[in-house]
């Protein structure tokens, strides 16, 4: 598919993959693909932030490839590896053959057959369905070092292997960084990117993602969740549930045959919402239905 021609057949294209966007993350993601600049996208975990990319993959038809990012992450995994177990039984059986002429085999060994390539390096590889999206997750658990490296790649599209040579994308891959903001991004790699920030969404917008990636769960029940999870954000929690989160508490209770939100089933099934046991603890019992009630008075109000 290609490239939607308005902001509105965007929204309407993820809409149809079960992605929710607001106006104004629908409006940059446009941008992004228009314009041929990386998205560049913040916020706290959960969120939504490496759902797009995937939206967008379904909806374009593209190849998504991701980077996972992570402490010591460098520009040799990120891009290629050589098969070294593969290398050392060419190596062998050229021995064992006798006469193997050495600057021959050296260039076997480092030839595209024993390359292994890795997300980047994939990203640059042309593709029958148009160039892929190129998801880096999870950037600010790499390094300086790693992102003065990606600030060039992304530059040029390009990356080199020593014993092959340059490598250069035929066509700019679609590329979408994340952030979950536990450290800084340096502004070098930001002014590459078109920024925007994820944040919780309010309540309907929230309820009308629940609708489209948990059909099955009833009105009430869906307003219930909905309306819990935003009170307890508001909570002095250490980690405050995102977006997945909702949606995987409305599906345990779904799978639980509930029909209404007891203070009793919060506590029993609080695991699948909070991931810290201080946060557990703090929040279970008398806390558990303070935040039910409160929740249901607002439903009631609203």
């Keep these: 598919m290609h490239i939607p021609s308005s902001i509105d057949a965007l929204q309407h294209g993820l809409d149809e993959t079960g992605y929710v966007c607001g106006r104004a993350l629908a409006t940059v993601a446009f941008l992004s693909l228009k314009l041929g600049r990386p998205l560049f996208l913040e916020g706290e975990a959960g969120v939504g932030k490496t759902e797009i990319a995937k939206a967008l993959s379904a909806m374009l038809g593209r190849r998504l490839i991701r980077l996972q990012c992570y402490e010591g ?28 002429d050495r600057s021959a085999l050296n260039a076997e060994l480092f030839s595209k057959d024993f390359l292994i390539e890795r997300p980047l390096l994939q990203a640059m590889r042309p593709d029958e369905n148009g160039a892929p999206i190129l998801l880096i997750d999870e950037l600010d658990r790499t390094d300086e070092p790693f992102e003065a490296f990606l600030l060039e790649a992304l530059s040029d599209f390009q990356v080199t292997i020593p014993e092959i040579g340059t490598i250069k994308a035929p066509e700019p891959p679609i590329v979408i960084l994340t952030s979950n903001r536990t450290r800084e991004v340096h502004d070098a790699l930001k002014r590459r ?11 309907d917008r929230e309820l009308e993602i629940l609708h489209a990636r948990a059909p099955e769960v009833s009105e009430t029940l869906s307003r219930q969740i909905v309306a819990f999870v935003q009170s307890l954000r508001t909570e002095d929690i250490f ?46 019992g008398s806390e558990a239905k303070r935040i039910l009630d409160e929740a249901k008075t607002a439903i009631e109000a609203a």
């Design 73 to 100: 992450l460098d520009a040799g995994s990120a891009v290629y590896e050589w098969n070294f177990p593969a290398q050392m039984i060419a190596i062998r059986t050229a021995e064992a053959q006798g006469g193997a």
């Design 193 to 203: 990117c078109l920024y925007h920030w994820v944040d919780y969404p309010q309540f």
């Design 239 to 284: 980690k405050k549930p995102g977006v997945a989160e909702t949606i995987d508490w409305a599906k345990c209770l779904l799978a639980l045959d509930v029909i209404d939100l007891s203070p009793e089933v919060v506590s029993d099934t609080l695991g699948a919402i909070l991931k810290y046991q201080d946060d557990i603890a703090k929040i279970q």
